[in-house]
């Protein structure tokens, strides 16, 4: 009797790489965190063959959920031939064999690192997120036991006081990406480090978020239709970046999110972040209607002025 | 009765008011050690009580169970507000209990550290807890940072620094700012003159005077200092080994004492 | 060109690990045994630290890197990950381990004795040069001793125990199934004590030093002594699950150490108190400063060296390089996001608010 003859037949890896005890915690994870909007759900993180903080996270969420049905999109920065995003989406389609796009709408999970895609979402999709730091207190409690009992308590004083400090201090809001928000009027989350100008997509989306930090092991979720309000002042209202004044140098569009690329002589270039979108522009493809017309007006009446 | 407590002058009411505040039958050990044994007070509205006694007298553990902070192992707590008429304090869950001590007392603890962030802004300190209240103007939070701050004879112009950089004094002013700025019913002050310079000390006193008159809340003030505790009580409570041992008008208990502990106290001190 | 921008960036990162690869030098079988054969504390260090004994395999894992240790530990976790349980072994106790190395700096000398084992402790530093200069590798045998070391040693906490100088201790007999594990459960604080122990056996080697440097040099009110230090070789027992016996799949090298400090206890009856740490593989560095971190992570003081929190969230080597590393991911639109608002800020006009 030998341990190989009590062993399994050895197999290279299950369908979509996580044994079937990891895919079912991370589903009823799932769930719990679809029930509770906002609320961080511990979860077992598994090692995968990816370095933590590079995704995996993201990456065990999307596993858990992709069939062979599927068609996933990987965007790193918005861009899907970023390296990081390429080398997710080659490890997803290895070991599921599934379809893979640039396409947002043609996509049923949208794996994500720090933007939304500039076409409207719809009910059937799937939006997940990868997430470095779950904890939107961190900034002003560390220790992570403490920031739990916060949550409990719905004490978010520290967070209000943070915004009220940088107006007293820089007379704005300079809160960058990860903006607190507040979900279906009770937990504050971190949206993950996407710019003001993505989270207004969250509010009331027809699709669902899923967001997953796979080295901290939270993951927490957005439902459809569920309201999600950056934590603002009513005198001070909330405002995205303001880029009213480039135009994507390849595209001519406004009113979407631009990387600034600096130039020899000094000055910047400007170009679409979302490369899928952009790619549809330059083919002459239909692209979907914008959260963001090409005014800069939102798609709903959310909460965004002027 | 209801009673209502606004920031304006009442006309002085008899006694045959309900009283504000009532604990009965108190106790609180730690381990071996009975910290409070069988308390019972009353508070009435624009009252001024002073609590004094030695260290190892309980008066600090009988503040942190009026501020909600501890559950005692036995005894009942009423504050005569709105929506809480007749329940035990004691008894509520952790949000009720914390939602009184938001909106309806303030604390002023001998410590500041203990009550104020020492690196945020003053204003902040006290905007912090309007913000937890409800309040989502900037402007108005400025706006009432900067008037409980002035009512608290606090500089303005240093409004914005942290309490870290400011003088004891001025500390103490940041927590009293707090401690008012939503006009609670009940004010507990620990030992909010101690430690201060003694000139420092009489302007705070005088502070507190002002802000009874003005905004008629009631306090409880503890303090071993008999001075202080003259100065700015009606009535007086002494307290020994977690008991209380005598109770009266300020004089009568100052000039005539009746316990010879607080005879001890008296002629010790004064 | 950006890393980043135009077609190709699948192309570029498959090139990369192609050109880390082809500068490595070919990978085969015959390097990968070369490494198992003259790295063996190499060996156990990724081993304990990817809690996963498989000394071929870590062996390829530190080949297929060219030796970049948390590489190589991610790579048998990634693998482990992916492997079924089959059972669980039995409990062992140390006096049923075979002891190679066994010394305790509490006593002179103590039943079973001092044994130093092979050990580099009291060798003197010095390059063997003759090695590559003369291609010499003359060496002196080890003499056999007149009496042969015990293979296995009575544990002196027993000792110590007997004399009331521990408190005394209640094994613990929760069954296999239901033990605590960090691999299979979010680590939640307070953390059961079982996690606290996973999460020390796999640790990061050098964070765990450090922080356990931190703690001797004074930032713990504690002066340490080893009470013990092991090296050893723990018999894998498992249950046949048809016949029911038990029987030995082999043996595999474990590490442990107790550190104690006197004056522990109530003022009238002070005691002893004691850490303990262990690992797979030999790995003395890391138990000891383990050990104390252990004993330390029981006490109230809020210095980050005893928090649980701190000492086992920064010391996890897959997480605190993944993280590090990660770094060098692009960062621009959140670059972009606080460059804007810092802009904004400059031009004094577009105030907000007033102060």
Known sequence: M??????QPWQDHSYAFLDESAKRELRRKTLKAIALPGYQVPYASREVPIARGWG??????????????DVVKVIDQGADDSVNAANLRRFVARMTGVKTTTDALAATLIQSRHRIPEEVLRAEQALILQVPDPEPLREVEPDISVARQMHADADYGLSWL??????????????????????????????????RWDLPKLHHSAHLTLLSAGREKRLYAVPPYTEVRPLEFDDVPYRVEDQRAFACFRTGVRNKFLNELPQGDGSSRYELSDSGYAEKLLRGDLAGPTYFDSEGKFYHDGYLQG | MTVTYRAELLPPALVAERPLLSISGVSKRYGAVRALTDVALELYPREVLGVVGESGSGKSTLLRLLNLQEDPDAGSYSLELPAYQGANLFSLGRFAKRELRVQHIGIVYQNPYQGLRMNNTSSGNVAERLVVAGERSFARLRQAARSSLAASEFPLERMDAPPLELSGGMQQRVQLAKAIA???ALLLLDEPTTGLDVSVQALVIDTLRRLRRELGIAMLVVSHDLGVIRTLSDRVVVMRHGRMVEMGLVDQVLEDPQHPYTQQLVHAKL | MAYVAARGGEQAIQEAERLYHELLGGLSPERVRAVQEALPYLLDRVMGEASLYAPELAALALAQTGGELYEAVLLLRAFRTTQPRLGYAEVIEQDRVLTLRRISAAFKDLPGGQVLGPTLDYSHRVLRLEVVKDGSTAREAAAAAP????????ALAAWQREAGLLPPHTLDVTPAEEIPDLTREPLLFPAPRAHQLQGLARGDTGGILTLGYADMRGYGLTHPTINEMRLGEAEVILTHPGTGAAFSAG?????????????????ETPQLKLGFAATLGWNEVKVIAAAMLELNMRSPEAHPAHTAEFVLYHTEPVEASGFCIHYKLPHYVTFQSSLEAMRRVREPQSAEVER
């Open chain 2, 182 to 184: 939503l006009q609670p």
């Open chain 3, 147 to 154: 009496m042969p070391a015990p293979s296995h040693y009575p």
């Open chain 1, 162 to 195: 943070l915004l009220y400090e940088q107006l007293v201090r820089y007379r704005r809001i300079i809160q960058g990406d990860s903006y607190p928000a507040l979900v279906h009027g009770r937990y504050v989350m971190s949206p993950s480090p996407i710019p």
């Open chain 1, 2 to 7: 030998t341990v190989a003859q009590l062993a």
């Open chain 3, 251 to 267: 043996r595999v090298r474990v590490s442990q150490a107790e550190i104690v400090t006197t004056f522990a206890g109530s003022n």
């Open chain 1, 56 to 69: 995996t996270g993201g990456l065990q969420v999307t596993l858990s959920l992709v069939g062979p049905d």
